[in-house]
C-alpha cells in the first residue's frame, strides 16, 4: 500500500523534511531543553503535537505556493482535549505570539486562546487527522505547582519558550542541510580556572583597602562552593570590588552545582559595555554575551512569521553561552512578553545563577512583578538569585510574601566595623543653589564632579564654568563620544590636571572614576550615595577631606524623582550617618512606605494574571519598564558616517546594528518632535531614525535639547 509523504518544509533546492522528522526533531530538543525545570513529558508532547496541522491538504498546497493555513490550532485543540493546558497554549502562539485567553464564548477564530480552539473544535479547520496513521500524543502531566493562574502562566511561557527554540533550531538545521550542534563555550571548570588566573594577582593584597576586597572576594568563592540554588544578597559597601566578587560566587556555585550559565542583569545601558568588557578579559570573548538594545536587532513577529521566514542568530536568540550580561529591561520584559522571539531565551534562565547588580534600581511601579518572577525561577526552574549592590533595598517582606519557603542568605555578612573599613567620604549639606551659585563653588575646586537631575540643569551648570578642564556628560552624548570624553578624565584625574564634570545620573553606577571632591543635587539616597562612591574611590585621601555636598537645586525636583526625594528627607534630617546600614534600610522600607503596595503594581499585573484567564498579550502590552519609550536617533559623526551610508544603502545586519549603538543618542517623545519640527531627522526604510542636521550635535554637549527654540525638561 502506498503511504503519502505528508512534509513540513520543502527547500528550494527540492530537499524535503516530513511533518513526523520535523516533529521528532522538535520533541526531542523540546523535551531536553524543558528537562532543565522537569518538565520533559510536556516537552515531548509539545513537540509533537505542535505542527500536525499541517498534514491537511491546505497545507500541503501551501508549500507549493498556495494561501496561508492556520496549522498552530489543531495542535493546540488535540493537546486541550487531553487536558494539556500549557501545551495547548504554547502551540497556539507557537508563531504568532502567545495569544489572550479569552473566553469559551469567544466567535471562531477570534485571536483568542478560545477563539483558535472553538474554530477547531466546530470542524471549521481542513482535516488534519491523517497524523493519527502515524503516531500517537505522549502522555504528559502537569507539575503540581502550576495549578495556580499565576505560576501556570509563568509555567506555560517557560514551555512556550521550549517549544519555540526547538521548532526553530530544528527547522534552521533541516533548512542549512546543518546539524544542531550546542554552541561552542567553556565548561564552567574553565571558567574558573581563568578566574583565579585574573585575581592570582591580588594576593597577597597590598594595603587595607585592598585586604578588604580580598576579604570579600574569599567570602563570595566559599559562599559559591557551598550554598546550593537559592536567594541571597550580596551587600557590598562601594568600593569593595563586588562585580568581580559577584561573579566569583556564581562561577562558584555553577561549577559546585552544575548549573548551566550566569545572568548579570544591570539596571543601565550606559554602563553595560564595561562590565561586559570586564567579563571578556576574564573569561574570554566567546563566554560572554552582551545583549542590550545597542547590539539587538529585534524582529518585528505577526501570524505569518515562521521559522525558515525569520533567520535567528542562535546565541543572541536564546542566550545559550555561560556568561550573558544584560538590562533589567530586556530581562524582565522577556519574562513578560509574549513574542516567540522575545520568549526563546527564557528556558535557559533555568538552572541558571541571576544576579541583580545595583538591586536597589528596579523600578518600582513594577517592583512587585519583577519580585514575583524572580521567586518563580528560584522556586521552580533552579536558579539562584543575588540581589546585588551598596545599598540593599528592604525587598525581604515582598520575597516572603512570594517565597515564604526559601530563606534570604547575605553571601558576605560584614561586621559593621568592616563596613566602617571602607569608609572614604564625609558628607555635608548646603541647602539651596542657583545654578550660577553651584557653578561659582565648583570653579573653585580643580577636580570636582557634580551630578545633577536632568540633562538641562547639567547644559546650565557647564556652560557657566570657565576655564580648561571642565567636561559634560549625559546620555545626550552618543556612547562612543562619552567613553572618549571618560578616558580624558580620567587621565587627568591621574595626572592632577583641573578637571571639573557636571553629570546626571549615568555616572553614578559603575563608572570608575575617583574624585576629591563630588557636589550631589538633592535624590533618593541610593544616588547620592553611588554618587558618593566616585568620591575617594581608592581610598588615598582620608575620609574628612573627601566631601560629598548635597545641594538642592533652583529647579524643582521632576516628578519622577518625587518619592525617592521625601524618602531621602527623611534619613538625612533623622540618621547622623546617611551611608550606616541603618539609614540605608530606613530610606528603602520609607520610600516602599510612601508609596504603598499598590504603587508596586502600578499597572496591576499580578491581579490582572489572577482574575483573567491567561491575559498573556494584555500582560505584554502593560509591561513596559521604560514608562517613556525613546527612540534612537544616529548621529552621522566618526565611523558613525559610514555605518549610516551602510544603513542608507540597506546593508541591514546583526554586526551593523550593535556597531551603530555607539553612535545612537535615546530621545524622548517630545524631544523628537522638537527635532521632526526642526526638519532635522532623516527616516531610513528600516525605520531608523538619523540626524540630519549634525550642527545640531557639539563635542561639548552632545545632542541640542532646543532645537527650535524650545523648552524642556530632559532626565538622563
Not at 578588604?212 to 557590598?236: D, H, K, N, W
Not at 574611590?537 to 524643582?556: A, W
Not at 526625594?565 to 527623611?570: L, M, V
Request: glycine fraction near 8%; hydrophobic fraction near 40%; charged fraction near 20%.
Amino acid at each position: 500500500m502506498d503511504t503519502y509523504a505528508y512534509l513540513a518544509h520543502l527547500t528550494e533546492d527540492g530537499r524535503t523534511q516530513t511533518i513526523l522528522e520535523h516533529l521528532k526533531g522538535t520533541a526531542s530538543l523540546c523535551s531536553a531543553f524543558a528537562a532543565a525545570f522537569d518538565a520533559e513529558a510536556q516537552g515531548q508532547l509539545a513537540g509533537m503535537a505542535h505542527d500536525i496541522g499541517k498534514y491537511s491538504a491546505a497545507f500541503q498546497r501551501r508549500l507549493h505556493g498556495g494561501p496561508k493555513v492556520d496549522h498552530a490550532s489543531a495542535g493546540a485543540f488535540e493537546c486541550l482535549k487531553a487536558q494539556q493546558l500549557a501545551a495547548a497554549f504554547a502551540i497556539s502562539g507557537h508563531h504568532g505570539g502567545l495569544p489572550d485567553g479569552g473566553g469559551r464564548g469567544d466567535a471562531a477564530g477570534a485571536g483568542t486562546f478560545w477563539g483558535r480552539i472553538n474554530r477547531a473544535s466546530q470542524g471549521r479547520l481542513e482535516d488534519y487527522h491523517a497524523w493519527q496513521s502515524e503516531f500517537s500524543l505522549p502522555h504528559a502531566n502537569t507539575p503540581a505547582f502550576a495549578g495556580t493562574r499565576l505560576e501556570g502562566m509563568f509555567f506555560t511561557r517557560m514551555l512556550f519558550s521550549c517549544l519555540v527554540d526547538a521548532d526553530y533550531t530544528d527547522t534552521g538545521a533541516f533548512m542549512d542541510n546543518s546539524p544542531y550542534l550546542p554552541a561552542s563555550s567553556s565548561s564552567m571548570e574553565e571558567l574558573w580556572r581563568r578566574l583565579e588566573t585574573y585575581v592570582s594577582g591580588w594576593f597577597p593584597p597590598k594595603g587595607a583597602l585592598n585586604m578588604q576586597r580580598c576579604v570579600i572576594l574569599e567570602q563570595c568563592m566559599s559562599a559559591g562552593a557551598q550554598y546550593g540554588p537559592g536567594l541571597f544578597t550580596l551587600t557590598v559597601p562601594t568600593g569593595g570590588g563586588k562585580t568581580v566578587a559577584s561573579l566569583s560566587f556564581a562561577l562558584a556555585q555553577a561549577k559546585a552545582r552544575r548549573m548551566k550559565r550566569i545572568v548579570y542583569v544591570i539596571p543601565y545601558t550606559s554602563i553595560i559595555e564595561q562590565t561586559a568588557q570586564a567579563f571578556r578579559e576574564i573569561l574570554g570573548d566567546e563566554n560572554v554575551l552582551e545583549f542590550h538594545s545597542g547590539v539587538q536587532f529585534d524582529q518585528q513577529e505577526d501570524d505569518a512569521s515562521s521559522p525558515e521566514a525569520v533567520p535567528l542568530t542562535r546565541s543572541v536568540e536564546t542566550w545559550d553561552v555561560p556568561v550573558i550580561v544584560t538590562t533589567a529591561v530586556q530581562f524582565f520584559e522577556s519574562l513578560y512578553a509574549c513574542q516567540p522571539s522575545k520568549c526563546r531565551k527564557l528556558h535557559n534562565l533555568a538552572q541558571s545563577v541571576l544576579i541583580f547588580d545595583e538591586a536597589q534600581m528596579l523600578p518600582l511601579p513594577y517592583l512587585r512583578p519583577c519580585v514575583w518572577a524572580i521567586a518563580q525561577l528560584v522556586r521552580h526552574y533552579g536558579a539562584s538569585a543575588v540581589l546585588c549592590t551598596a545599598t540593599q533595598p528592604a525587598l525581604d517582606p515582598i520575597f516572603q510574601e512570594f517565597a515564604p519557603e526559601i530563606p534570604i542568605r547575605e553571601i558576605c555578612p560584614m561586621a559593621e566595623a568592616h563596613w566602617e573599613s571602607f569608609r572614604r567620604v564625609s558628607f555635608q549639606q548646603a541647602g539651596t543653589l542657583s545654578w550660577m551659585d553651584l557653578a561659582a563653588r565648583l570653579q573653585q575646586q580643580e577636580q570636582v564632579l557634580c551630578v545633577v537631575n536632568t540633562r538641562r540643569a547639567a547644559r546650565e551648570v557647564f556652560h557657566q564654568l570657565s576655564g580648561p578642564g571642565n567636561f559634560h556628560l549625559s546620555t545626550l552624548m552618543y556612547p562612543a563620544h562619552r567613553r572618549r570624553i571618560l578616558d580624558e578624565i580620567r587621565r587627568r584625574l591621574r595626572d592632577g590636571l583641573p578637571c571639573r564634570v557636571v553629570s546626571t545620573s549615568l555616572i553614578e553606577a559603575g563608572v570608575d572614576v575617583d574624585f576629591p571632591a563630588v557636589y550631589r543635587e538633592l535624590s533618593g539616597l541610593d544616588s547620592i550615595l553611588q554618587a558618593a562612591g566616585r568620591c575617594n574611590r581608592e581610598g588615598k585621601r582620608p575620609p574628612e577631606d573627601s566631601i560629598v555636598t548635597i545641594f538642592q537645586g533652583e529647579d524643582p525636583p521632576p516628578r519622577l524623582f518625587e518619592t525617592s526625594i521625601g524618602a531621602g528627607k527623611i534619613v538625612l534630617d533623622h540618621c547622623q550617618d546617611v551611608s550606616s546600614r541603618a539609614a540605608i534600610h530606613t530610606y528603602f522600607s520609607t520610600l516602599l512606605d510612601l508609596k504603598g503596595a499598590e504603587a508596586q503594581d502600578a499597572h496591576h499585573i499580578l491581579p490582572l494574571m489572577e482574575s483573567e484567564f491567561f491575559p498573556f498579550r494584555t500582560v505584554a502590552e502593560r509591561f513596559h519598564l521604560i514608562e517613556s519609550p525613546t527612540t534612537t536617533v544616529y548621529l552621522p559623526l566618526e565611523e558613525g558616517a559610514g555605518l549610516v551610508e551602510l544603513l542608507r544603502s540597506g546593508q541591514y545586519s546583526r554586526t551593523l546594528y550593535r556597531r551603530l549603538g555607539q553612535y545612537g543618542v535615546s530621545v524622548y517623545p517630545q524631544h523628537l518632535a522638537a527635532l521632526e519640527q526642526a526638519g532635522a531627522l532623516e527616516h531610513l526604510e528600516d525605520g531608523s531614525v538619523v540626524l540630519r542636521d549634525i550642527g545640531l550635535y557639539t563635542q561639548t554637549t552632545g545632542l541640542t535639547l532646543e532645537p527650535s527654540g524650545g523648552n524642556a525638561l530632559f532626565i538622563g
